[in-house]
């Protein structure tokens, strides 16, 4: 199994321009040929497992340990950075912390197991892989319109579930609230794991794996959809005020409000469907997107960007100019 984690093209695909100065073209032959090697010498299903299990581990277990490392650590400065202040910090307990790693990681390995089998059920049920695992590299435009329809499908099955199913009245919502929302104020990242298996199951792996059952995407294409999801959920998890991005500052903070209200809105992953529903607590998708703008100051640097490039124009326009007129001089 080392060999299959320390060979994933996706890894060093993404590492080789921090670490040489090769060219793209090399990066990408050089990415060619570790796939090909990898889809020649492994079943699909286990390149399918270890891979996403490799992304959820390096994007998400990580960056929380050192979260919660950060939090428990240095918590007067912590809670400077924290949505709702000191009451998003994590306990200074460290039995409950390890209680809560343990879930975690349990449930990350049981995700992996119940991933391991709806794939085992489709591939027997498809007569073949779920997801395509050629040699052949998926094109651009194909990779975009799948995860334009992962993101889309994903959207609306983590809304209506989570709001019909996980907050409203039944056993899986009892489950949910107790294990989940057992902390007060804005969450830490080491939460997004750490929630009774079977809500678990229904909020964060059925909306990103039944898509791709419907679309069958090639397996880099699942792979590059799982580095977005995961690091999306792993940043608005973790409760801070400065998480970077016009779109994920506003994620983090619905989900901030979501817990902190105690599940009362906010049940979209991107806030989207809250939006049209009316189902948003405090600044919605679309307010948002208006105050981060403002923030970064985006209509400054467009009309900068824009004058900017009506110089330049005006320039080549006078340059033309001048050089008409010499030659009618000359």
């Keep these: 199994m080392l060999d299959v984690l320390l060979s994933l093209p996706i890894l060093s695909y993404f590492a080789a321009p921090a670490l040489t100065s090769w060219s793209t073209s090399l990066n990408l032959l050089f990415f060619y040929l570790t796939w090909s090697t990898l889809v020649l010498s492994h079943s699909p299903l286990k390149i399918e497992l270890i891979g996403t299990l490799a992304v959820r581990v390096v994007l998400w277990l990580v960056p929380s340990l050192l979260f919660l490392l950060f939090d428990t650590g240095i918590p007067s400065l912590s809670e400077s950075i924290k949505l709702y202040g000191s009451s998003s910090l994590p306990r200074r307990d460290a039995a409950s912390q390890l209680k809560k790693l343990l879930l975690a990681v349990v449930n990350l390995l049981l995700f992996t197991a119940v991933q391991a089998a709806l794939s085992i059920g489709a591939t027997m049920l498809l007569k073949g892989p ?9 094109l651009p435009w194909q990779i975009i319109k799948h995860i334009g329809w992962l993101y889309t499908t994903r959207e ?20 949910h609230r107790g294990y989940a929302h057992s902390h007060r104020g804005a969450p830490y990242s080491l939460m997004l794991y750490a929630d009774h298996p079977l809500p678990l199951m229904l909020h964060r792996l059925l909306p990103v794996y ?22 999306e959920e792993m940043m608005s998890m973790s409760g801070y005020s400065v998480v970077p991005g016009i779109i994920m500052g506003g994620v983090a903070r619905r989900t901030a409000t979501h817990y902190a209200s105690g599940g009362r809105g906010n049940f979209g992953a991107w806030g989207l469907l809250d939006w049209i529903n009316g189902t948003s607590v405090g600044k919605d998708v679309m307010e948002d997107i208006q105050d981060e703008a403002e923030k970064h100051q985006l209509k400054e640097r467009g009309e900068k960007a824009a004058n900017d490039v009506g110089n330049l124009v005006q320039d080549g326009i006078d340059g033309l100019r001048k050089k008409r007129a010499s030659k009618k001089k000359a």
Excluded: M, Q
């Excluded at 809304?159 to 039944?170: A, E, F, P, T």
């Excluded at 039944?210 to 690091?231: A, E, G, K, N």
């Design 130 to 138: 779920l997801f395509k695992t050629s040699t052949t590299l998926p």
């Design 156 to 175: 609306v099955l983590t809304y209506y579930i989570h709001r019909n199913i996980l907050h409203s009245r039944g056993p899986l919502a009892n489950l």
């Design 210 to 231: 039944l898509p791709s059952l419907l679309i069958r995407p090639h397996l880099l294409t699942y792979f590059l959809f799982t580095v977005f999801t995961t690091v």
